[in-house]
């Protein structure tokens, strides 16, 4: 298992941008399959975003074109880039990471006002 800390979330207007930070412990980070997640009130988490240790992501259809993710394996983290934000972009955000484990964050507010 690795601690996960989520930061960069807050309250922005609808067409701003907001830098979300998953710092991760540990020493095996660069193996990790990182990904971040979404929460909204009354709805099931979903999938946002991955980056796998080759590099290689993959985007919900909802997020595609406006947010990025990428990692920095010298500082044990990954970030979500997100632009354009919306008012159904609002959630709470979580890191994952998988290797023969999962292990998560404890979430991160975005607000999106409209």
Do not use: H
């Amino acid at each position: 298992q690795v601690q996960l800390v989520e930061s960069g979330g807050g309250l922005v207007q609808a067409g701003e941008s907001l830098r979300l930070s998953c710092v991760a412990s540990g020493s095996v980070f660069s193996m990790l399959l990182m990904g971040w997640y979404r929460q909204a009130p009354g709805k099931q988490r979903e999938l946002v975003a991955t980056i796998r240790s080759t590099g290689s992501t993959t985007y919900a259809d909802s997020v595609k074109g406006r947010f990025s993710i990428s990692r920095d394996n010298t500082k044990n983290t990954a970030y979500l880039q997100m632009n354009n934000l919306k008012p159904e972009d609002t959630a709470v955000y979580y890191c994952s990471a998988a290797l023969s484990f999962i292990s998560w964050g404890q979430g991160t507010q975005v607000t999106v006002s409209s």
